[in-house]
C-alpha cells in the first residue's frame, strides 16, 4: 500500500453515516491520516428520525456533529463538502466547499460509505407531493408540515374542508412506514385532542399503504400479523396488495384490489423504497462495474471495488450477500474495513466479511413493537423495552443516550405531551400553501389582514425539504 510524503497512510472516507463513522473509529491511534467528508456536518441516527418528524425528539438528540463525536481522535479530520468527483486514477476526490470552492482531496484508501436516498420507483415526480425521509432537514419538514395540518383543521369551519386537513396518507408499510404511521396516530388520539377547541383531533384518520400483501415484509408472518391488528386497534386504515399510481397536492390516487380510488388527503408521507446515493453509480462508472437496480455498487468479500483493492465501498450503497439496507450491515462492514486497513499496514491478511444478524425490530407505537432477534420473536411491551434498550446503546455517546430516556420519559411516559412542536405562521403558511383544497375560497379572518394577505398564499414557494 502507498503512503504519502510525510509517511502517513491517507484515508478519505466519503460519509458520515453509520459505516463512514466506524470506519473512522476503528483507525483511531493508527499510523494514518484520516479525512472523513460529509455534506452535512452531524452523524445521523436514521432509526429515530421518525420521532423528529412527529414532535418526540429534538434533531440534536439523534443528529451529533461529527466534530464532537472525532474531537478526541488526533488522526482524524472533518470536511463540511460535497463530494462532486472520484478519480480513481489519480488517487484524488473532488469536493465542493459552502463557498463553492473547489477541493482535491488525495487518498492512499478510498472509503464510500454515502447511504441511500428515497426510491420512487420510476415516478420521481411524486418526490413533489410525498416528501421522503432521509436527513434531518426532510424530518423538520415533515413536522411542520403535520402541525401544520393540524393549526389548519382548527381554522376551517367546514367538514370536509377538516376532514381533508386530517388526513393523513403514509405509503410504505416497511419499519418506517409503520413508525410513522403509529406515531401520527398517537399525536392525533392521544397528545393533541385537550390542546384545540374546534378541531377534534381524534377524528384524523390516517392511511398507510403497502404494496405487498403484509405490512413489514421482511419480518416474519408472527409479527406481521400483530402489527397489522395493533396499527387497526390504533385507528389506522392499513390497505395491503395497493399502490400509490398519481398525486397532486391534494389527494392521491391508489390501485388496490377494488381499482383505482383517489383520496383527499392533506398530508402525503413518502416511506416506500430507497435507492443507493448517486455516489454508487458514479464509483461503478469511474470503477467499470455495473450497479444493480437500487444503484448499490458490487463488492468483494472484503468490501473493495473490483480492480481497485484499495477502494472501498460500504452500508446502503454496496451490494454484497444480498444484505438488508440498515444500520447493521454498515455499522460492522465499517469496523471490518478499519480493521482490513490497518491489517495491510501490518503486513496481514484478513478473512472475508462475515455478517452477524442480530435481528430486526420496529416500534408500533407506546409500549407496542415487535422484534425478531437471536432466533426468538418477541411481540408488545417485552418488544418494545428490547427496542430501547439496542436504540439507546447505539446512539453516538452517553450524553445523547441519557438526553434521549429523559426526553422519551417526559414525552411518553410522564406527561404525554411532545415538547418538540413548535411552528411559525410562516413556516405554516408555506407548509399549507399547495395543500389548500381548491374548493375552499380563501378568506380573511382578521380585519387586520394585508389586503393582499390572502392573494400571496397560493404561490407561496415551498420549503427545501424535498427528496434528494
Avoid at 377494488?258 to 470503477?287: C, F, H, N, Y
Avoid at 411518553?412 to 418538540?420: D, T
Wanted: aromatic letters at 6%.
Amino acid at each position: 500500500m502507498g503512503v504519502s510524503e510525510t509517511g502517513r497512510h491517507r484515508v478519505i472516507v466519503v460519509g458520515g453515516g453509520f459505516g463512514g463513522l466506524n470506519v473512522t473509529r476503528a483507525l483511531d491511534r493508527a499510523d494514518v491520516d484520516v479525512t472523513l467528508v460529509d455534506r452535512a456536518n452531524h452523524h445521523l441516527f436514521q432509526p429515530l428520525l421518525y420521532q423528529v418528524a412527529t414532535g418526540i425528539l429534538p434533531p440534536g438528540l439523534i443528529a451529533p456533529a461529527l466534530r464532537s463525536i472525532t474531537k478526541r481522535q488526533r488522526n482524524a479530520r472533518v470536511l463540511l463538502a460535497d463530494v462532486q468527483d472520484l478519480d480513481l486514477d489519480r488517487r484524488v476526490v473532488g469536493a465542493r466547499a459552502p463557498d463553492g470552492r473547489l477541493l482535491e482531496l488525495p487518498y492512499d484508501t478510498l472509503v464510500v460509505a454515502a447511504g441511500a436516498t428515497h426510491s420512487y420507483f420510476g415516478k420521481d415526480q411524486l418526490a413533489e407531493f410525498a416528501p421522503g425521509m432521509k436527513t434531518v432537514e426532510d424530518a423538520r419538514y415533515l413536522r411542520d408540515g403535520i402541525l401544520a395540518k393540524f393549526e389548519m383543521a382548527e381554522i376551517a369551519t367546514d367538514p370536509a374542508e377538516r376532514a381533508e386537513w386530517l388526513t393523513f396518507v403514509v405509503v410504505g408499510a416497511g419499519p418506517t412506514g409503520v413508525e410513522l404511521a403509529g406515531q401520527i396516530a398517537e399525536l392525533a388520539h392521544t397528545v393533541l385532542p385537550r390542546d384545540y377547541r374546534s378541531a377534534d383531533t381524534r377524528q384524523a384518520r390516517i392511511i398507510l399503504l403497502e404494496g405487498a400483501g403484509a405490512v413489514l415484509p421482511p419480518f416474519a408472518p408472527k409479527l406481521q400479523a400483530y402489527t397489522k391488528k395493533r396499527l387497526e386497534q390504533m385507528g389506522i386504515e392499513v390497505r395491503l396488495n395497493t399502490l400509490a399510481v398519481e398525486m397532486d397536492h391534494q389527494s392521491i390516487t391508489v390501485k388496490g384490489p377494488d381499482g383505482l380510488e383517489t383520496i383527499r388527503a392533506g398530508t402525503r408521507i413518502w416511506a416506500a423504497g430507497v435507492q443507493a446515493s448517486p455516489l454508487a453509480r458514479m464509483l461503478a462508472e469511474k470503477a467499470g462495474v455495473e450497479a444493480d437496480r437500487a444503484g448499490r455498487i458490487p463488492v468483494g468479500p472484503d468490501c473493495t471495488v473490483p480492480g481497485h483493492p484499495e477502494v472501498f465501498a460500504l452500508g446502503d450503497m454496496a451490494s454484497l450477500d444480498k444484505l438488508p439496507g440498515v444500520a447493521q450491515p454498515a455499522i460492522q462492514e465499517g469496523k471490518y474495513v478499519g480493521k482490513v486497513i490497518k491489517d495491510r499496514l501490518a503486513g496481514r491478511q484478513t478473512p472475508p466479511f462475515k455478517y452477524f444478524d442480530k435481528g430486526t425490530m420496529a416500534t408500533i407505537g407506546y409500549r407496542s413493537a415487535v422484534a425478531d432477534a437471536f432466533g426468538v420473536k418477541v411481540t408488545g411491551f417485552l418488544a418494545y423495552v428490547m427496542w430501547i434498550f439496542i436504540h439507546v446503546l447505539y446512539l453516538a455517546d452517553w450524553g445523547n443516550r441519557l438526553g434521549t430516556l429523559y426526553t422519551w420519559a417526559r414525552a411518553l411516559w410522564l406527561s404525554k405531551n411532545r415538547g418538540n412542536r413548535i411552528i411559525a405562521f410562516e413556516t405554516a403558511r408555506q407548509e399549507v400553501a399547495e395543500a389548500r383544497p381548491p374548493t375552499i375560497l380563501p378568506r380573511r379572518i382578521a380585519p387586520t389582514a394585508a389586503p393582499d394577505a390572502e392573494e400571496a398564499i397560493p404561490g407561496a414557494p415551498r420549503e427545501a425539504g424535498d427528496a434528494r
